[in-house]
């Protein structure tokens, strides 16, 4: 997983992170929204909000799909305790946090980059995808309606706001979430690390930040 999908996805929607998360039999001792400890400058991208810091564990809240792209990091995937970070001694078992963009190639050594520290692909995703390879997905093209209609295009029927939420239903259920928590998720205006919020007509309340729907 990319820093970038992590701050995507992390909080937004406002749902908790599911434990166990999928594909896990039994719960899991997660420690919920590390605020983590400092990495020397130099290697990441200062505009990410959360470059230079290393986290172990899992937000609380998170876009429930997240954990079906990505899985936790496992002893299976190569995590283990007592890793050895910047003169901190780690867990990196049960990790779901990414690997920054635009690393230096000095820095791709670093145990805090290492690829089996970080959530990697989900299994549905890695090997034998349930879904099989499907090239347009029919919650894309919800999205794709719910562009045109904001742009006034004609799209036989419908608005931005519901096709925008129909591709929302249609990727949940596609991706095996609980369908109790959809309304919730697609009403909610609780925001990822970017600002970025789910209900399609909010106005985001961090600063600096534009709503996607905004006519420029």
């Given at each position: 997983m990319s820093r970038s999908m992590?701050?995507?996805l992390t909080g937004l929607g406002g749902q908790a992170f599911p434990n166990p998360p999928p594909g896990i039999d039994s719960t899991l001792a997660y420690t919920y929204d590390d605020p983590g400890f400092?990495?020397?400058?130099g290697d990441e991208n200062t505009l990410d909000p959360n470059a230079n810091?290393?986290?172990i564990g899992v937000p609380s809240k998170v876009d429930p799909r997240g954990p079906v792209y990505y899985n936790v990091t496992s002893t299976t995937s190569g995590a283990?305790?007592?890793?050895k970070i910047q003169g901190n001694t780690v867990d990196t078992r049960f990790r779901w946090h990414g690997v920054p963009a635009g690393l230096a190639q000095s820095?791709?050594?670093k145990p805090q980059y290492n690829v089996f520290n970080t959530a990697r692909l989900g299994k549905d995703f890695?090997?034998?995808?349930?879904?099989?390879?499907?090239?347009l997905t029919y919650h894309e093209v919800c999205f794709l309606l719910a562009e045109a209609a904001q742009r006034n295009y004609a799209v036989g029927g419908g608005t931005a706001q519901s096709w925008y939420e129909a591709g929302i239903a249609a990727?949940?259920?596609w991706n095996g979430v609980d369908p109790a928590i959809i309304a919730n998720y697609t009403a909610s205006v609780a925001e990822n690390t970017y600002g970025t919020s789910v209900a399609l007509q909010t106005t985001p309340v961090s600063p600096g930040w534009v709503s996607r729907w905004t006519t420029p």
């Open positions: 992590e701050n995507l400092a990495l020397p400058d810091k290393f986290k283990a305790s007592g890793i820095a791709g050594a890695a090997s034998n995808p349930t879904h099989g390879y499907e090239v990727s949940m259920k």
